[in-house]
């Protein structure tokens, strides 16, 4: 019966699948409160991996999720995922950063560094045990790669996090954004670091040079452009960013966020840019939720991979809130405003899940460490609204505070 079914018809049996399966989930089980559909997407994608969906029943999942699928599968995710990290370029807010720079530059600063710190000090734990290092890593890459998974913060996750709240217009929201903002800059500066390739150090030298003279020409087209056509251009900058950055050895995410970070968010109407925001996630990046979830790997035994996200979660969270816990103190704020803030911070989800996938795909870490982290961003992700909600709704006062 397999054998009469084409191509198109099983790639279309799992776009039901991955379309219908979460949304059901997440709508019958009434999880809104407590994870957005995109964290659903992400868990369904594990499940539906090879781990799980794969042991369980591996006559189905090897007929649905067969090589030409997951390749027409991938192609879609890719395209995803660039638009989602180009979007999150454009709305980074450096002008309001700059604006409040002591501020934002120490709270961003602790808030970055100390999850940072702890989770470097978790990966070199994991050093000593077999199988977590990837084969193409070296220490140094592998253990910074991991504190930064631990101190990203997924700022378009953030985003809608602080749009259920109802803060993303207030003064707090915004301060929030600004912190994020400077530490997505630097998330991506250590990534283009850990994927610094020696052998081609020309090609990338080469690449930044001749991104940064094109970065200019594109400011001053952009400017005279009209709206409307400033989306195609913008489209097509992104995909020649993204070829550029993979053809000199950096990754093609590195590409499309700086595609996006040379951009003024002023350039596009803001409620087209939320609009595009939205469609992507609804539309597209299910399939990369998807393919990540394809990506799992529980070889070392579950145990194993359930301790490792849990070591890591934890240098995670307390990280983050010692943090801002910290730069409170510098900055006198009270107590509930530097939890409020830390918690909200410590979001992650989709930016620290593209950016192991990056690791993943270099060889930098295995597909148990890939796990692991998985695990630790789904959770940390899903314990953000119901710690911060309660919070906020004692201290409405804190809402209106600018600074």
Same mark, same amino acid.
């Given at each position: 019966?397999?054998?009469?079914?084409?191509?198109?018809?099983?790639?279309?049996?799992?776009?039901?699948?991955?379309?219908?399966?979460?949304? %059901?989930?997440?709508?019958?089980?009434?999880?809104?409160?407590? =994870?957005?559909?995109?964290?659903?997407?992400?868990?369904?994608?594990?499940?539906?991996?090879?781990?799980?969906?794969?042991?369980?029943?591996?006559?189905?999942?090897?007929?649905?999720?067969?090589?030409?699928?997951?390749?027409?599968?991938?192609?879609?995710?890719?395209?995803?995922?660039?638009?989602?990290?180009?979007?999150?370029?454009?709305? @980074?807010?450096?002008?309001?950063?700059?604006?409040?720079?002591?501020?934002?530059?120490? &709270?961003?600063?602790?808030?970055?560094?100390?999850?940072?710190?702890?989770?470097?000090?978790?990966? +070199?734990?994991?050093?000593?045990?077999?199988?977590?290092?990837?084969?193409?890593?070296?220490?140094?890459?592998?253990?910074?790669?991991?504190?930064?998974? *631990?101190?990203?913060?997924?700022?378009?996750?953030?985003?809608?996090?602080?749009?259920?709240?109802?803060?993303?217009?207030? $003064?707090?929201?915004?301060?929030?954004?600004?912190?994020? !903002?400077?530490?997505?800059?630097?998330?991506?500066?250590?990534?283009?670091?850990?994927?610094?390739?020696?052998?081609?150090?020309?090609?990338?030298?080469?690449?930044?040079?001749?991104?940064?003279?094109?970065?200019? *020409?594109?400011?001053?087209?952009?400017?005279?452009?009209?709206?409307?056509?400033?989306?195609?251009?913008?489209?097509?900058?992104?995909?020649? *960013?993204?070829? !550029?950055?993979?053809?000199?050895?950096?990754?093609?995410?590195?590409?499309?966020?700086?595609?996006?970070?040379?951009?003024?968010?002023?350039?596009?109407?803001?409620?087209?840019?939320?609009?595009?925001?939205?469609?992507? @996630?609804?539309?597209?990046?299910?399939?990369?939720?998807?393919?990540?979830?394809?990506?799992?790997?529980?070889?070392?035994?579950? !145990?194993?991979?359930?301790?490792? =996200?849990?070591?890591?979660?934890?240098? !995670?969270?307390?990280?983050?809130?010692?943090?801002?816990?910290?730069?409170?103190? +510098?900055?006198?704020?009270?107590?509930?405003?530097?939890?409020?803030?830390?918690?909200? %911070?410590?979001?992650?989800?989709?930016?620290?899940?593209?950016?192991?996938?990056? %690791?993943?795909?270099?060889?930098?870490?295995? #597909?148990?460490?890939? &796990? =692991?982290?998985? @695990?630790?961003?789904?959770?940390?992700?899903?314990?953000?609204?119901?710690?911060?909600? $309660?919070?906020?709704?004692?201290?409405?006062?804190?809402?209106?505070? #600018?600074?």
């Amino acid at each position: 019966m397999h054998n009469s079914i084409s191509s198109t018809e099983v790639f279309l049996i799992a776009m039901g699948i991955i379309l219908a399966v979460p949304f %059901l989930i997440w709508r019958f089980g009434n999880l809104d409160y407590y =994870a957005p559909l995109v964290v659903v997407q992400i868990i369904t994608g594990i499940v539906l991996g090879p781990g799980t969906l794969g042991k369980v029943l591996p006559d189905y999942f090897g007929f649905v999720f067969r090589p030409d699928v997951v390749q027409a599968l991938n192609g879609i995710a890719w395209w995803a995922v660039m638009v989602f990290v180009w979007i999150a370029g454009i709305e @980074l807010n450096l002008k309001q950063a700059w604006l409040y720079r002591r501020e934002s530059s120490i &709270t961003a600063g602790l808030a970055l560094g100390t999850p940072l710190l702890f989770g470097s000090l978790a990966a +070199i734990g994991l050093l000593m045990f077999d199988g977590w290092i990837g084969p193409n890593a070296r220490q140094w890459q592998f253990v910074l790669g991991i504190g930064m998974a *631990c101190a990203v913060t997924a700022l378009p996750i953030l985003i809608l996090l602080m749009e259920k709240l109802d803060i993303l217009r207030e $003064p707090i929201g915004q301060r929030i954004l600004r912190y994020a !903002s400077m530490d997505d800059v630097a998330i991506w500066g250590v990534l283009a670091v850990i994927l610094m390739d020696w052998s081609r150090v020309g090609r990338q030298v080469g690449f930044l040079m001749i991104f940064a003279l094109a970065s200019f *020409c594109l400011r001053a087209l952009m400017r005279w452009l009209a709206e409307k056509d400033r989306w195609y251009v913008a489209l097509i900058w992104l995909v020649l *960013c993204a070829w !550029s950055a993979d053809w000199s050895g950096l990754h093609f995410m590195v590409g499309a966020f700086l595609a996006g970070a040379i951009m003024d968010a002023e350039w596009f109407d803001q409620n087209d840019m939320d609009k595009l925001r939205q469609h992507v @996630l609804l539309v597209f990046m299910p399939v990369f939720f998807l393919s990540t979830g394809l990506r799992t790997n529980w070889a070392m035994g579950g !145990s194993a991979v359930l301790i490792a =996200a849990a070591v890591l979660l934890v240098a !995670s969270v307390v990280g983050k809130l010692i943090g801002t816990r910290i730069a409170g103190r +510098i900055l006198g704020w009270p107590r509930a405003e530097s939890s409020i803030i830390g918690w909200l %911070l410590q979001t992650k989800a989709l930016i620290m899940i593209i950016f192991v996938n990056i %690791l993943l795909d270099k060889g930098m870490i295995t #597909s148990e460490t890939f &796990t =692991a982290l998985l @695990l630790m961003a789904v959770l940390s992700t899903m314990l953000t609204v119901p710690l911060v909600a $309660p919070r906020l709704q004692r201290l409405q006062s804190l809402i209106a505070k #600018s600074a």
